[in-house]
């Protein structure tokens, strides 16, 4: 694979460009993160609150999740815009980015929930909930209401001249009456299409006898039809997700009836052994990540039961999942590299096989993945103009799916690692590897095969939380046309580089860019340097780009089999065959192309 010097300069231009335009459009919405609480410092936090209202965690059982308020978010994105929004954030003080603290005993109902400021490490809200016969001193609603106006008036300064009295809530039980009451902010009435609803900010507080059994500071309340409009936007993002689905478990059945085909060619052989060892190293890490997320799983617990069968069944059906990923990775990779050779064979460094037979360790594949962090920023620059011109014109939205994913990990950089790792690999094997060397077999066509491959691809993400629904679709689609040039002109290691880099970033960008703790920051730099170390380990090896034989990795069946060919054609050629009809000749009866060129060139 030749680069020319201008085309480097080319790269190079492009890249610094688009970065410019990332930087122009994306940076603040990443640097206005502010992490500066970690999930220690919540917990103790939480912990401490109780403490001082007299209750004692000792026992419990904890759990913190990281929450992002993202039906807030998306609508007041959809309803005013993202500047706005923030303006309205800093204007009312509003913490759209907190974690969730749980305490919990097994086959207990008394729990508590404290949610803490992400930011400041304030307590932003609290539920205890006791059993519906617990028995507290009835108030009376007066009296509880002034108890209620009292705690939110000492503990955050709540002035009622600000507020309008918005609800009350009184629910009996058998030996206590709880009274719930909150307030509206005034002024701020952010309404929903043809006034169907009005965004509002409330405050509020339960009181249970003496006790604040539960309050929230700064909650908005978004509008109902807004929220079955949103739901409407899911349900036909599901309707595309189920149609990639078809086109994957096509993709996936076709790669099996291959590989039953081919299974004894000389391709298989010998990339089985490297695509084995990285399907192990793709479960390997996920296990890790199963352990390393685990509080999400927590989190949902139901006390009613024990907790480590609950725990128990959780990870068996993670490890079921894990076998499946080692499928869709094993599967069409081995047929990909199969179908690549047969529809680019001129292009050997779009598949590992050329790099097994010569080596991963050699100043080329320094050259690809540098390559990858140029296209990086390509990609990255691209994607912040689509995602501009979305929210400017279409009036596209988004939320924070991914941080709140990550934070919750007791380690957010093996998450960016594993997420990372796992998109690079197994879809740039599946989407650019198998499909766009599938598509080009029936197609005959690179451009429609590139097309073909990314819009599946998009489908794929049309899961995620960016709306309208058909966005998301549109928006990866246009990346897979750049993934699969860059697959296909700088071959898979560069493509593989690029991906895993726009992912880890993607995840990573707010606790680089925007404030966290110093060992979220270091750890989360260090893996998105992970790739440039292995550039400089292959820099400093420099093996010989050179590839081994064919037969070198024949197996002595394959060894056999190679004999009778050779008998074969050396008795064609005697009767005055053309070898081009012996050779297709050979491939109509299932020979292994490769086999029946290595006897053909002895």
């Not at 807004?226 to 994957?248: A, G, H, M, T, V």
């Not at 957010?412 to 598509?439: H, K």
């Not at 093996?543 to 064919?550: A, F, G, L, P």
Request: hydrophobic share 45%; charged share 20%; glycine share 6%.
């Amino acid at each position: 694979m030749k680069i020319s010097f201008k085309e480097w300069c080319l790269i190079v231009l492009i890249a610094v460009l688009c970065f410019f335009f990332w930087h122009q459009f994306e940076y603040q919405r990443y640097a206005s993160v502010d992490l500066s609480i970690d999930k220690r410092e919540a917990v103790l936090k939480a912990e401490r609150y109780l403490s001082s209202l007299g209750f004692d965690t000792r026992g419990y059982s904890k759990a913190v999740v990281f929450n992002t308020d993202s039906s807030t978010d998306i609508y007041l994105q959809k309803t005013i815009g993202p500047e706005e929004e923030e303006r309205l954030f800093k204007q009312h003080n509003y913490e759209l980015f907190s974690w969730r603290v749980r305490f919990f005993r097994q086959f207990q109902k008394e729990e508590f929930f404290v949610r803490v400021s992400a930011k400041t490490g304030q307590i932003l809200g609290l539920n205890h909930l006791i059993k519906d016969t617990d028995a507290r001193e009835d108030l009376g609603k007066e009296r509880a209401l002034h108890k209620a106006e009292q705690f939110l008036r000492d503990n955050y300064g709540l002035n009622l001249q600000e507020y309008e009295f918005y609800e009350e809530q009184v629910k009996r039980y058998e030996h206590r009456i709880d009274y719930s009451f909150s307030w509206q902010k005034k002024g701020v009435y952010i309404p929903w299409k043809d006034e169907k609803g009005v965004g509002k900010l409330l405050t509020g507080a339960t009181v249970a006898g003496s006790e604040i059994t539960g309050f929230y500071k700064n909650s908005f309340n978004v509008p109902e039809n807004f929220l079955r409009y949103l739901e409407r936007q899911l349900i036909n993002s599901e309707y595309l997700y189920n149609l990639y689905y078809i086109f994957f478990l096509f993709l996936l059945f076709y790669s099996v009836f291959i590989l039953f085909k081919r299974r004894n060619t000389l391709v298989f052989r010998i990339c089985k052994r490297t695509f084995f060892y990285l399907a192990v190293f793709l479960v390997a890490i996920n296990f890790a990540s199963i352990f390393n997320d685990i509080q999400e799983f927590i989190i949902t617990f139901p006390t009613s039961t024990s907790l480590w069968p609950f725990i128990v069944i959780g990870l068996l059906k993670s490890i079921v999942g894990l076998v499946m990923l080692s499928a869709v990775f094993l599967l069409p990779g081995l047929a990909g590299e199969s179908m690549r050779q047969e529809s680019f064979p001129d292009k050997k460094h779009s598949s590992f096989i050329y790099y097994i037979k010569s080596s991963f360790y050699s100043r080329s594949v320094t050259r690809s993945i540098i390559l990858g962090y140029f296209f990086f920023f390509i990609i990255l620059g691209f994607q912040a103009q689509i995602f501009h011109f979305g929210q400017k014109y279409l009036g596209v939205w988004r939320e924070w799916y991914r941080l709140s994913q990550f934070s919750s990990a007791y380690l957010p950089f093996l998450s960016f690692f594993v997420i990372g790792t796992n998109a690079a690999f197994c879809e740039e094997i599946v989407f650019r590897v198998f499909a766009i060397s599938l598509s080009k077999k029936f197609l005959k066509n690179t451009a429609l095969s590139v097309a073909l491959a990314s819009l599946v691809w998009g489908l794929g993400h049309s899961g995620y939380s960016i709306f309208p629904f058909w966005f998301r679709n549109a928006e990866v689609t246009l990346l897979g046309f750049l993934l699969g040039f860059i697959f296909l002109r700088y071959g898979i290691i560069t493509a593989i580089t690029t991906h895993y880099l726009l992912d880890i970033f993607l995840g990573a960008a707010p606790y680089i860019l925007g404030r966290s703790s110093s060992f979220i920051f270091i750890s989360s730099i260090f893996i998105y340097i992970i790739p440039l170390l292995f550039a400089i380990i292959s820099y400093c090896i420099n093996k010989e780009e050179k590839e081994k034989e064919n037969y070198a990795f024949l197996d002595a069946n394959q060894k056999y089999n190679l004999n009778i060919l050779k008998d074969f054609i050396a008795h064609q050629k005697d009767k005055g065959l053309d070898p081009k009809v012996v050779k297709q000749e050979l491939s109509s009866h299932g020979w292994d192309a490769d086999l029946v060129e290595l006897a053909m060139g002895e």
